[in-house]
């Protein structure tokens, strides 16, 4: 016989009035072509039309083992079950749960219970939040905000009750939490379909195809420009701009690749990590230093850079060059220095809500067997905390890319296609609660080889 | 397929139904057979010659969910996602009595042994009526939707839910005894004098208790969930799916702990049906690749495979007739296939 082509399932969470049954309706009525069935645990604000609904109260059934990753939805295993056994089956399932609901057992229920696993595939994690009232809802409670770390996409619905400042306050919180999301605004719940469906999000073969900048780390500075110099004076001129000072560190022997990039931006984390060097106009720039420049006076004004040999340097600065229309300038002919390439960060925030994410993204191969031990021993300590994670790894002595994605403890992890050319390395996203980043840092970097 | 090698099964009838066939039943003696499929219809079939005797389409709005034929007079019930419990005469497309029990679905449906009572669970309520469709009691909400119910010979009915067993008296609905086990129970087998009752449970492991004692065990393990349990006739053995192999575990003198089962090795998906004959120690497993299976399991313990038989698609049940003398088996596709023994 055939292997049968598995049903997805769309989780769709959030908070009573966010707008789900709003969405699940444009859906249906732009996939009336499809058999859809819709489980709902909470009678909807309005009706559903042309599709199949079931009702089912939520059971959680929790396991005598303890184990969290092994709770899983009995309401769904139950209606799942029955639905499989049609002669026709559905083209689609959504699944619309309470505003309160846990989304870990309902995600886990797709890879915990062979019956379900064996004919429904969990397509993605879609939770509608209400742009005009999430401030109220994520301080007070866990389940709104598990619900946008668990997301694959986040709705952010009613958009036009709140204003745009307010919204981009909004997306950058939501993105703290949650760095894997796709967000997508709406103001009644009108997304195109095809953002919330059949995202294969936790299919690991298109997972990171789809997004392979998912897993962009952070870091301490937001813009880096790369100049050809030679043995000559320059200064680096700034016009006012929305701060008084801005960090910088300025590196010799700079490279202009993407990677090389990269790897310099790992060391300048470094000497961010150090105490910076206050620098006043007029005064001279040390290289590979984490300087303050002070720019708290006003109009236009600019620091010296001596060079002794030609190179690229890289200005790896706390803002983007745009804000304050950074120029570097040869002093001799005042000629304007081009960048040879210019790239942006995703820029640190501050982590005022529990719940985040880590990204880690280091070159080079880990060995497999330190990284076994420390993956068991994180995900046995901070499995609960843990709520999605996300990520390939270069394996020492493995051709092949292996790609992983979790749920909790649950850990499904596969060799993907060759690394051939591409530069090996390695990218982790991890989000969860009270997650220690640099402690989870460290132990990923041990185990590189 | 070795199915020649091993001798097929001699198919006496077999007819395809409009839907998957959910559920069905032998009348006493084997005379007419009954099922019901998931899009809400009810046929009835001559047990000898596979005739329809008659059909009737969505009898239960949203689908039909389980059936029961009385163990000895020509009626059976029907229960479905309309909340709705049907008895109906087996000889005509007659109901007895429809019984609107609520809303939601009314999942399972059982005559007790002795045919006095019938059973009927919708959602986290059971509740029992006369063999007339009278109401007799029905049981307060249990902690989560009841899974599975089962009348042992007693007269007692055992319901299952998340967290527990419980035997309640058949007559007034007391409370007779309760087990408890921190885990989803989806099925119960009986050992045929009711000391032993066994559940699969969510977490891939059967669950048994010896009710006489109060002690109980689990038998873990198991690569998928063990829904398919059955007790041969003497309550000796426990037949248990839940892998490609049909485990059976012995319980006689100090078993079936420590020790190791027969593990019955054919089938080449994960076993989704199997059950016992009624008056002799041969099993039948069916999978979900469609394949069944005829073990006789000999005095000594040891099996061997009389027969193979194929079905279109999943093997949702397997029923033995009364006298042993045939088998159906219900798939996915629909089909009901009757092999003679």
């Not at chain 1, 060079?307 to 600065?317: Q, S």
């Not at chain 1, 529990?354 to 995900?379: C, F, P, T, Y």
């Not at chain 2, 049981?139 to 599975?148: A, E, I, K, R």
Request: glycine share 8%.
């Amino acid at each position: 016989m055939n292997a049968p082509q598995k049903v997805p399932v769309t989780i769709l969470t959030g908070f009573l009035g966010s707008g789900k049954t709003t969405l699940l309706n444009r859906i249906l009525s732009e996939e009336h072509g499809k058999r859809i069935a819709v489980i709902e645990n909470e009678y909807g604000e309005v009706g559903i039309d042309q599709a199949l609904v079931i009702d089912a109260e939520e059971e959680i059934f929790e396991m005598s083992n303890g184990c969290i990753c092994c709770t899983v939805r009995g309401d769904l295993i139950r209606v799942l079950s029955n639905l499989m056994k049609r002669r026709d089956k559905f083209d689609y399932v959504l699944v619309e749960t309470t505003g309160l609901a846990d989304p870990g057992p309902v995600a886990q229920t797709f890879f915990m219970d062979e019956d379900i696993s064996s004919e429904y595939a969990l397509d993605g994690i879609v939770t509608l939040v209400d742009a005009f009232h999430i401030d109220q809802q994520l301080g007070r409670s866990d389940e709104s905000t598990e619900q946008i770390a668990f997301a694959d996409v986040v709705v952010l619905n009613k958009t036009d009750l709140a204003s745009g400042e307010g919204l981009d306050e909004i997306e950058t919180r939501i993105r703290e939490m949650n760095r894997m999301t796709k967000i997508v605004r709406a103001e009644n719940a009108d997304v195109p379909v095809d953002t919330v469906l059949n995202l294969s999000a936790f299919n690991l073969d298109q997972a990171l195809e789809r997004r392979p900048t998912f897993l962009e780390p952070e870091y301490p500075f937001e813009w880096t420009g790369v100049y050809s110099v030679e043995p000559e004076n320059y200064k680096i001129q700034f016009d006012e701009g929305p701060d008084p000072s801005m960090s910088l560190v300025i590196t010799t022997d700079q490279g202009t690749d993407d990677s090389d990039l990269r790897d310099n931006a790992e060391k300048c984390v470094r000497y961010y990590a150090e105490d910076e060097k206050s620098i006043l106009p007029d005064e001279t720039i040390p290289m590979n230093t984490h300087v303050e420049l002070n720019l708290a006076s006003g109009g236009s004004k600019s620091f010296n850079i001596i060079i002794d040999k030609p190179m690229h340097i890289g200005l790896y600065a706390q803002h983007t060059a745009e804000e304050f229309n950074i120029q570097l300038i040869k002093k001799g002919s005042n000629a304007v220095v081009p960048a040879v390439i210019e790239r942006t960060w995703v820029a640190q925030h501050e982590h005022d809500d529990e719940v985040g994410s880590i990204a880690i993204e280091k070159d080079g191969d880990v060995d497999q067997e330190k990284l076994n031990k420390w993956l068991s021993k994180v995900l046995g300590e901070k499995g609960i905390d843990i709520f999605r994670m996300k990520g390939f790894l270069s394996i020492s002595g493995d051709s092949r890319r292996f790609v992983f994605q979790g749920v909790h403890m649950l850990f499904d992890a596969k060799p993907d296609r060759s690394w051939d050319d591409m530069p090996r390395r390695n990218q982790l996203v991890f989000i969860g609660r009270n997650l220690d980043e640099d402690e989870m840092r460290k132990g990923f970097e041990e185990c590189l080889v | 397929m070795n199915a020649q090698s091993l001798g097929s099964l001699r198919t006496g009838w077999s007819v395809t139904l409009d839907d998957c066939a959910l559920s069905g039943g032998w009348t006493s003696e084997g005379n007419e057979f009954a099922v019901v499929d998931a899009a809400g219809g009810v046929s009835v079939f001559d047990g000898k010659r596979g005739d329809l005797i008659w059909a009737k389409k969505n009898v239960h709005d949203g689908g039909a969910l389980a059936t029961s034929v009385h163990p000895s007079k020509r009626k059976f019930a029907t229960t479905g996602q309309d909340g709705r419990l049907i008895i109906w005469n087996l000889l005509e497309p007659d109901t007895e009595k429809v019984i609107d029990i609520g809303t939601g679905w009314a999942e399972n449906v059982s005559w007790s042994q002795d045919g006095s009572l019938i059973a009927a669970s919708l959602s986290k309520t059971v509740n029992v009526y006369s063999a007339s469709g009278e109401e007799v009691w029905r049981t307060s909400d249990h902690q989560s939707t009841v899974s599975t119910i089962a009348w042992t010979n007693k007269g007692e009915l055992a319901t299952a839910c998340y967290g527990q067993v419980q035997f309640l008296d058949g007559v007034s609905g007391n409370l007779i005894q309760k087990l408890e086990w921190k885990g989803s129970l989806v099925s119960i087998a009986l050992s045929s004098d009711s000391d032993i009752v066994a559940c699969g449970s969510q977490d891939n492991s059967v669950h048994f208790w010896r009710r006489s004692s109060g002690n109980d065990s689990k038998m873990s393990g198991y690569p998928f969930k063990p829904s398919a349990l059955s007790f041969n006739n003497k309550g000796t053995l426990l037949a248990t799916g839940g892998s490609e192999a049909a485990t059976v575990w012995n319980f006689e003198g100090d078993g079936p702990e420590g020790t190791s089962p027969l593990e019955l090795d054919y089938h080449a998906d994960a076993i989704t049906s199997l059950l016992f004959s009624n008056h002799s120690n041969r099993l039948v497993s069916g999978c979900r690749n469609g394949t069944v299976v005829l073990w006789e399991i000999s005095p000594n313990n040891t099996p061997t495979k009389l027969g193979v038989g194929q079905v279109a698609d999943t093997v949702a049940e397997l029923y033995w007739r009364p006298d042993d003398r045939a088998v159906a088996a219900l798939d996915r596709q629909g089909g009901v296939t009757v092999w003679r023994i």
